[in-house]
């Protein structure tokens, strides 16, 4: 059930920051999935739907993951993971935002999307008539009408809900992403008709089957398609999707982002190395932005 402490936090605010972390994830190695799925459903009812329609401000802070027991279980240099952080977190965002802006304008009006790449990536779907999301790493005024009110630090996204039921075709992450305590590379998802048709991996993605089979709401529906941007930013640490030329693919609860998926489960990976077309404009090259 949904945390009373995090109700009345919702309830109470306008605006939240949110700094908090496991210390050390490897703890969560041990927690069943379903306890994970059910701790997952009551966060969601505990924040959302509500933060949405007081319309609360949400900035997550990246560095609040910098711990050396979290470097430890995911195997990061600490040094350098910490450096590229503090890189990622400070760059110009005034700059950042105008290639954000540029890439919302090209990609407003879109349908039809095709990403291809590594390990046989080759996937389709259809965003027709759904919100961008931008990351720039502000909630302005004009984000706040929009209901764009989620962002991160470090910042460099644009996101949308793909139709639930437009998705096709394979999709290969390589890019290593943290989740629940191991490192997970080399989940490999197939689509037909939006729904996941299967789930492959290796013994670094065991975790991340329990958690799918014990997932509640619309676990089995694409969810998410990003592109990151910031030049700062790398692949294989916790900052995946705004990674510069990352193609970021999520399934599961999709509402934040103005998606009719069901809560209780998501999960978001990353591929490297991508193409992205948009209604047959190349948008993305091996994973280069493409000028207009």
């Known amino acids: 059930m949904p945390s009373a402490y995090c109700r009345k936090l919702t309830e109470a605010s306008t605006a939240e920051i949110f700094m908090a972390a496991t210390y050390d994830p490897a703890n969560l190695r041990k927690i069943d999935s379903k ?26 802070i990246g560095l609040a993951l910098l711990t050396k027991p979290r470097a430890r279980t995911y195997g990061f240099n600490y040094a350098k993971w910490n450096k590229m952080m503090l890189a990622a977190t ?15 304008e090209r990609l407003s009006a879109a349908r039809h999307f095709t990403v291809t790449g590594p390990g046989g990536t080759d996937l389709s779907f259809d965003i027709s008539g759904r919100k961008w999301y931008l990351s720039d790493g502000v909630v302005d005024q004009e984000d ?34 943290p989740i629940m305590g191991r490192l997970s590379k080399g989940l490999q998802l197939s689509f037909e008709h939006g729904r996941v048709v299967s789930l492959k991996g290796n013994a670094s993605t065991a975790g991340v089957k329990k958690m799918f089979e014990s997932g509640t709401g619309d676990k089995d529906r694409i969810g998410y398609f990003g592109i990151g941007f910031n030049p700062r930013a790398e692949t294989g640490y916790t900052v995946n999707n705004v990674a510069y030329g990352a193609v970021s693919i999520g399934i599961g609860g999709n509402e934040f982002i103005g998606g009719k998926n069901k809560p209780g489960f998501f999960i978001l990976d990353t591929v490297v ?20």
């Not at 400070?90 to 919302?104: E, F, N, P, T």
């Not at 047959?280 to 932005?289: A, V």
């Open 144 to 177: 706040i009408q929009n209901e764009d009110l989620d962002d991160q630090l470090p910042a460099g996204s644009l996101v949308a809900a793909p139709l639930e039921d437009s998705a096709d075709g394979r999709v290969a992450f390589n890019a290593g992403t």
């Open 273 to 292: 190395g991508a193409t992205v077309t948009a209604d047959g404009k190349t948008i993305l090259q091996k994973g280069k932005l493409v000028s207009a």
């Open 90 to 104: 400070s760059v110009d965002y005034g700059k950042l935002a105008k290639v954000g802006r540029a890439l919302k």
């Open 35 to 60: 306890k994970l799925a059910a701790l997952n459903e009551g966060e969601n009812g505990a924040h959302f739907p509500l933060a949405k329609e007081r319309r609360i401000r949400t900035l997550n």
